[in-house]
């Protein structure tokens, strides 16, 4: 097609960017657009400026193949593979199907290979992946693609992509540098691609070309080679664009003889990138029903094609002149033919499972069981293969073809919802859920439907309904309707899930009674024989219904579950062993739901359900680090965003409360980017009010306004109590850093009303200590603290513990102030808490300030300044500066003053360089590639005043 319908000022802008390096762009645009014509002079011009472009182009039938775009995509560049080291290279041949090992590629090892194996090409000569039909592409291809694009500052390579808009390219939307749509042309534009045709149309014909085409340069082009004026009814009938393009493409095909029509519509049918077509031609010839011509060259056939211009390339790599030719021929073919095209296709492609499913369910007429048992047994075999999408379609098309719609026609359709669950995709399990209840109305149908159900109202912001939903349901199978506990009518798995959604729902309520209400009915259902995955349920809702003082106990059964040093469980270890827990499928809990159904009968532990409880009884770094194992899991097993709402919202708050915080608010915006493209209120209220608290301490009341009245719109207070109360509480840190402490009394006095969420009101009491003895009301403070304490009921924990001790020094009268304060202090595991620690370190220093003991207030002063250095808490930093050159004592520009210069991306890499990492462990790390650390670095030592990594290094020791 001619480059001229293509608008001069994009070629010009995709070509710039991508000629810088380090660049992702997306291009989106419906069929006949001309991306792939954009691509092709974009690509041109980056050869031209000595650029390596690597071409690839995705199709509809491969999107259920793994990593067969990445195949396209990296196959130039494997001769830069002997340079990885064996693990990578391993699993890059294997994902590439370059080698015989049968097991699968560990998904995270994969990702680091394909962005090393793109920095060390660009570090030669500058490298764009150009991926066309990316709407097309397969899930694990996008995934790889997708990690190498969020790394991607300071490479040498970049990324275009090009496609319709779709949920697939919507994932890529949000880490590309520039997004940019096709439109049809304009007038003037279209009419000199016209004009630019072998035989311009003129007059009527010129009107009608124009008009029917409606800016499509593809339609402009084709109508204007097809369209003959003498058919008077094409000049009357105005026909969608999709119909038009196909009278006109039809005449070409149908000029055929009919062997070359076939082999035509197998090639459709097919839907791949490129034919090889002497490989073709020979299955095709040696079909039981040869279609081939009288002298039995199917070869020949496909070459009339060529001719015919309807296929386009070398003998090995034909393809279709343009993605729409095959639609046309595909849709010109009759029903009979279509299926026995399918029908040799399966035959071709056996060894494919994923690319069989679709062939086998096309060259079917419903009902047909042996067609049914065929798919059914691909499918189970890609089941074993750890593919759950693919198994979940081929369930789903084997429904479809069953003879026993209200038998296994039902058994099947539960079956693709459980690996739609265990691919994480919740809407797919629910469709298939209420179509197996649709087909049989039993208790299991009903069950399924009910936790894909109670999983959307719990994102819709309501988890009060959904809990009900849920305990409901669970209610039906007491010894009442069921004399054995467990009866399997319902399966193990799916009552345990049930369980889970629900406890998960309450928890977000803090409802000790509603709480009891559930464990109450989950006690009567549980199998008589108790997984980890029942223990994990108990668990969660003995914390929440008896809210037991001592944690310990609660501790020690945790530990158990994550398998983890007893040490880690309890807060002492100093790091974390990331379990990555997985449910019995393997695959990572991002949804919340991913039991269902399982077939060899077991219930697993999900991950993040083990990071929620960790959490909740403060073992912050452990659920940080089975968080960071979910999303690491979810991501590079290509789980779309959207299925990791759940797992982004706990990971946001942990880090929060780590303090963190720049890796928080990664985690707020990756949450806003999602709810930006997907309403999903939950998410939006937990990274509204994760957003809230950190500003508090870092912007002005303004902000965390703005953040706060985010949080209250997106929810009913009262169904997401938890970051209800979070986002007040943020409210009054604000006011107390404004030194406005009686609005802060106000604000967080509120919280201990009854009203909000008790666990995480109490978070708040060394705050509400602090202002009720700046405001003289300590005798009222001393009161809530009480109360709070008594109404709280659950563990108290060592950080609780700590928080306490704080508020009780502010409240307690000079002559054991300082007692409690050093309690605060003393605990063994507050570190862990860095933030919290500091703001009891700056509050001891001032209470030594107004007892004249300045020289013992300087060394607490000075050890606050780095946790707030670190967390970024300006507002807290300028006030411990402020104490100390009051106290007497000088503020040196130190790491933490340094380090507010350089972007959050930097700030990770410095600091693990001060933890003696080298580039490469670095990059293992943070998942990046060294070439990025070392770019980092480049960029953040002039901004930090060093020049070495040694000056760093005693910079941050110092």
Known sequence: MSHLHVRPELVDAVTTRLRSGGTVCVVLGSAGLGKSTLAHTVAGRLESAGQLVVRARASESETGIQFAALHQALRPLLGDAAS?????????????????????????????????????RAARQPVTVVLDDAHWADSESLGVLEFAARRIEGESFSLLFLGRSSPQLTRLEGCAGA????????????????????????????????????????????????????????????????????????????????????????????????????????????????????????????????????????????????????????????????????????TYLSGQPERVLTHLAAAAVAPDAAARDALHAVAAHLETLGRHGAASTGFALAAGLSPDPGGDAADLLLRAAGRA???????????????????????????AVALFEAEELARAGRPARAAALLVETLSRWTPRAHPVAGDPAVPAALLADLADLATSSLAHLGDAAEAAAARHVWNQVRPATVSPRDTLVELW??????????????????????????????????TTRATGVPDATGAVDAAGATGVLNTNGAVGVPTVSLAAVAAQLDRTALARRLLDTALDRARVAGVPPDRQARVIALSAWARVDQGRWD???????AGEELVEKRPDPMLFAAVSSAHAYIAASRAGRHNVRAFVADTFRSVDPQQARVYATRARHALGVAAIVADDHRTAWTILSELFDGSHHPRESAYALADLGEVARRIGSVPQGRRLLDAALSHHGGPVTPRLNALVEHARAHLAAASSAESHFRASLDNGVSAAWPYERARAQLSYARWLRGQGR?????????????????AGAKNWLAITQNEIRSAGGVVALAAYDALATVTPAERAVVLLVGEGLSNQAIADRLYLSPRTVESHLYHAYPKIGVRTRSELQKLLAG
């Open 179 to 346: 997004v940019d749509e096709l439109r049809p042309l304009p007038a003037d534009m279209a009419e000199r691609l016209l004009d630019a045709q072998p035989e311009p149309p003129s007059g009527v014909r010129r009107t009608f070309v124009l008009s029917q085409s409606a800016g499509n340069p593809l339609a402009l082009v084709e109508l204007s080679a097809h369209h003959r004026p003498e058919e008077p009814e094409s000049l009357s009938t105005l026909l969608p664009l999709p119909e038009r393009l196909a009278r006109s493409f039809g005449r070409a095909s149908e000029e055929l003889p009919a062997p070359a029509r076939f082999a035509l519509l197998v090639a459709a049918a097919l839907d791949a990138p490129e034919v090889d077509g002497p490989a073709l031609a020979a299955a095709l010839a040696l079909a039981p029903n040869n279609v081939a011509d009288d002298d039995g060259s199917a070869l020949g056939d496909l070459r009339a094609a060529v001719g015919a211009g309807l296929l386009v390339g070398e003998p090995g790599r034909l393809g279709f002149r343009h993605p729409t030719l095959r639609s046309v021929v595909y849709q010109a073919a009759t029903p009979e033919n279509r299926r026995a095209a399918h029908a040799f296709l399966v």
């Open 84 to 120: 990885l080291v064996h693990r990578q290279r391993e699993a890059l041949e294997h994902a590439l199907a370059l080698s015989g090992v049968t097991a699968a590629p560990d998904p995270l090892t994969l990702r680091v290979a394909c962005l090393t194996l793109l920095s060390l």
């Open 541 to 574: 809702q003995e914390l929440l219904a008896d809210r037991p003082t001592d944690p310990r106990p609660l501790e020690t059964r945790l530990a158990r579950l994550t398998d983890a040093d007893p040490r880690e469980a309890t807060g002492t270890a100093e």
């Open 421 to 447: 669950a265990a691919d994480s995709d919740s809407g797919r399990a629910l469709e298939y859920a209420r179509r197996a209840c649709e087909h049989r109305d039993d208790e299991t149908s009903r069950a």
């Open 854 to 870: 300045d020289a013992d207030a300087l060394p607490l002063l000075e050890l606050a300044m780095p946790a707030f250095g670190a």
């Open 663 to 669: 890796e928080a608010l990664e985690a707020v915006h």
